[in-house]
Nanobody, 122 residues
């Protein structure tokens, strides 16, 4: 059974940092992405990493602030988020099956975990 389990979310003030983790089981090494969903909006692709970790991709909204990485020996994908803004608030998911951009409907078709909530507020 394929399982993706996200963790590391929480509440943080603007300008703060969080480090999200996604533990993967039941799946051989795959291209991975992080997507998020703000309240009342569709899924938004924000970052991706190839299966070997050699290539990373970022949306314009998070580039230079977020860093995606992975440790395949631990079957874990990470998202280091720095200089967080209130507009970064949302549910964050890791998604298997692609490292590059997906539209909201395409992101829906990628296998995802249950998510971890990130709240950025003073």
């Amino acid at each position: 059974e394929v399982q993706l389990v996200e963790s590391g979310g929480g509440w943080v003030q603007p300008g703060g940092s969080l480090n999200l983790s996604c533990e993967v089981s039941g799946l051989s090494s795959d291209d991975m992405s992080w997507v998020r969903q703000a309240p009342g909006k569709g899924l938004e692709w924000i970052a991706g990493i190839t299966r070997g970790g050699s290539k990373t991709y970022y949306s314009m909204e998070v580039t230079d602030r977020f860093t995606v990485s992975r440790d395949n020996t631990k079957r874990t994908v990470y998202l280091q988020m720095n200089n967080l803004k209130m507009e970064d608030t949302g549910e964050y998911y890791c998604a298997a099956g692609g490292a590059t951009f997906c539209s909201p409907s395409s992101c829906e078709r990628r296998r995802r975990g249950r998510g971890t909530q990130v709240t950025v507020h003073p």
